[in-house]
């Protein structure tokens, strides 16, 4: 994965250029937050209904034939909340007043998104390098995914068994019965 740092400060910058931006956040298409700059909105919430979003958002593309989904904008009595792909596996969502100006926010968002997803894509595909040639190592030398996985945990060390617990007294019968007579 892309480097958090890295991401935000392309937020940053994103959110530097264009003024009525309320917030910026990078996530991953099924939801994880890469990266957030949004005050008082919470970006784990916000990334999960962008994925939710993001999955009706392509079926109605596809639906309609009108090819890949590029970017999404919805626009609501206060402002604008607008996705962009950011690569193969990244999405940047923006949330705007209503009053920024929306062909700005489209050329700078699809620049930060295309820049955001590029480095997005290199870490994916160089954790998919690294990943291969530990596979081919663990081949080489005989050593299976599982058999590498058992070395690289540490066992638990062995802990002496509890004392039993203590005995309750015994506790004395109460009467807690009313005579048919009482009332």
Known sequence: MADEAEILDELRRLRASVPQLTGALAA???GLVLAADTPGVEPEGV??????????????????????????????????VATYAAGESA???LLAQDRVNVGRLHLEGRRTAARIGESVDAAAQENAAA???????????GVTASAAKKNESTPLPKLPPLPPLPARPARAPTDNTRAATES
């Not at 626009?75 to 604008?80: A, E, I, K």
């Not at 990943?131 to 030398?141: D, G, L, Q, V």
Request: proline share 0%.
């Open 28 to 30: 991953s298409v099924d």
């Open 91 to 93: 999405v940047l969502t």
């Open 47 to 80: 990334a999960a209904l962008t994925a939710a979003a993001l999955g009706v958002a392509v079926r109605l593309a596809d639906a309609t034939g009108q090819g890949e989904l590029r970017e999404l904008l919805v626009r609501g009595v206060y402002g604008y």
């Open 131 to 141: 990943a291969k040639e530990a596979a081919a190592a663990r081949r080489k030398t």
